[in-house]
């Protein structure tokens, strides 16, 4: 059951369709949403996107106002359990209302999902995160 290296976990990461963002609450509880993402070597990339949602501004992007360290986990369960695995990216997050990032992950998250393409408008503020450590797991022969 071996650890994956950082590059391979960077690879399935970066493949990977959905992932959970972790970020922590004003009063220290951790906060725990599914998103999607474009990953750009180091850095992955989302956006506050048009779906049905509470408004555009995210109790994700105020926790990472008040404290930008952020994890993320890509997974792949199967019941062929030889095909387990697990990818994290562990950095520091922050927001970005408008400019060049903002029109950047826009664009990738497009590239990655035909439903952006779909959208005009309006999206949000996008999070950026700069991946300090990448790591994972899987099973013996994972896939």
Excluded at 3 to 10: G, S, V
Excluded at 120 to 129: K, L, S, V
């Amino acid at each position: 059951m071996p650890e994956l290296d950082p590059e391979e976990a960077r690879l399935r990461f970066s493949a990977g369709r959905v992932a959970y963002l972790a970020t922590v609450r004003a009063d220290g509880r951790p906060h725990l949403v599914p998103i999607v993402f474009a990953a750009d070597g180091g850095r992955l990339y989302s956006i506050a996107d048009p779906k049905p949602k509470r408004g555009l501004d995210l109790l994700r992007h105020r926790n990472i106002a008040a404290n930008p360290a952020v994890s993320l986990l890509v997974d792949a369960c199967d019941e062929a359990w030889e095909r387990l695995w697990w990818a994290r990216a562990d950095g520091q997050a922050r927001v970005v209302s408008n400019g060049p990032e903002r029109e950047a992950a826009i664009s990738m998250l497009r590239d990655k999902y035909a439903q952006y393409t779909e959208w005009a408008a309006p999206f949000g503020a996008a999070t950026i995160i700069d991946v300090d450590r990448w790591s994972g797991w899987a099973m013996a022969g994972g896939e």
